[in-house]
């Protein structure tokens, strides 16, 4: 039997934010909790000392369907104010990998997520479950950071 392949999801968004205060915001662990959704119950369990930053490890706590999940991620790329990434250590997913990207753009900021992912299960639970949830917790992100920047639009891609 083949391996599975990676599935992704990509999102653009644009707030008339500057940057850094932007980069700021996502590179603040806890503010992961005001963009998502909810009905995860989601918390931050454990944090790295010191700054946010490449080798960060960060462990979370949530809930899907019901479920108690234990999830850690590392920071393995940290480019401020442009971009960073986190892999999950351990988790959910068969592999993780999301790539948040900024770019200064005339008016504001262009917010970029790139997840690089494989879902446990195989493709069908995927594509019957996993990607819908996670298009849902997507939808509820940006309108979450909408509502924290100001209006912008959010595009949704891939």
Do not use: K
């Amino acid at each position: 039997m083949g391996r599975q392949a990676v599935s992704e999801l990509a999102r653009v968004q644009y707030v008339p934010v500057p940057i850094e205060e932007v980069f700021r915001f996502f590179g603040e662990p806890r503010n992961l909790e005001a963009i998502t959704p909810p009905w995860l119950h989601f918390q931050i369990r454990s944090l790295s000392e010191g700054e946010l930053g490449e080798g960060s490890l960060i462990g979370y706590a949530l809930r899907l369907h019901g479920v108690p999940v234990r999830w850690r991620t590392r920071i393995s790329c940290w480019q401020p104010p442009y971009r960073f990434v986190d892999e999950q250590v351990r988790g959910p997913y068969r592999s993780w990998i999301h790539t948040h990207t900024f770019e200064e753009i005339e008016g504001g900021t262009r917010i970029q997520d790139h997840v690089a992912y494989r879902a446990p299960g195989g493709r069908l639970v995927e594509r019957l479950f996993v990607r819908r949830d996670l298009e849902r917790i997507f939808d509820y992100r940006a309108e979450a950071i909408a509502m924290r920047f100001g209006v912008g639009d959010a595009l949704s891609c891939v």
